[in-house]
């Protein structure tokens, strides 16, 4: 029984932190723009460090850390400034390139964005978006927390599970876009849904929305 009722923690952990991260944002967009384009080593270090920082995040919402920044308002109202300025910034340049779209030779090498630049940016998109920190923090660390002392390590661990295999899936899985993305106006339709999404989450975002 107390199997079961592990297993059951981490598939409903599994569960949960796939329905928060399974959807159109700003962190998505960008792995799976590299995804498609980017060297195989660019888009596992990206990949590496999406699923690590939702583990430390998960982590630290389990240790009950979520309390605090709840009581921190100021904190998360800097991250909100320096995020949006960074999303509206990164939404401009995604518009700019659908002006100047760009084909994806298959004989060349994939991609012009070097290892530190995607992984910077990786972490910028990630750690200074405020809403990581209600989400992944407060609500899934809450959640966690409701599972019993012993189980919401098994949650959480099944939550860590789901945000490596979504990253995982749409890093790696992107290469099968490729052919598609051969073409210039694939490219052009791919940076406009980037640009939409980055800018209105840098917007929102700015006007605390």
Excluded: K
Excluded at 64 to 84: D, F, H, N
Excluded at 159 to 170: D, H, K
Aim: glycine share 10%; aromatic share 8%.
């Amino acid at each position: 029984m107390h199997l079961e009722t592990t297993m059951l923690s981490a598939l409903f952990g599994l569960g949960t932190g796939l329905a928060l991260i399974v959807a159109i944002g700003a962190q998505n967009a960008y792995v799976l723009r590299l995804g498609i384009a980017g060297r195989l080593r660019t888009v596992a270090v990206v990949v590496t460090i999406c699923a690590v920082s939702d583990a430390v995040l998960i982590a630290v919402g389990v240790l009950g850390i979520g309390v605090v920044i709840e009581e921190a308002p100021v904190a998360l109202v800097v991250i909100r400034v320096v995020g949006s300025a960074f999303l509206i910034v990164y939404g401009l340049l995604a518009a700019r390139r659908v002006l100047r779209p760009q084909a994806l030779e298959p004989a060349a090498p994939h991609g012009s964005i070097s290892l530190t630049t995607a992984a910077l940016t990786t972490l910028a998109l990630t750690w200074l978006n405020p809403h990581v920190y209600l989400d992944t923090v407060v609500f899934l660390g809450s959640v966690a927390n409701q599972q019993g002392a012993a189980e919401r390590w098994w949650w959480a661990g099944g939550a860590m599970v789901g945000s490596v295999l979504w990253f995982s899936a749409l890093g790696f899985g992107a290469r099968l876009l490729r052919p598609f993305f051969a073409r210039p106006n694939s490219w052009r339709v791919l940076d406009a849904v980037i640009a939409v999404v980055m800018l209105t989450l840098g917007i929102r975002m700015a006007v605390g929305f």
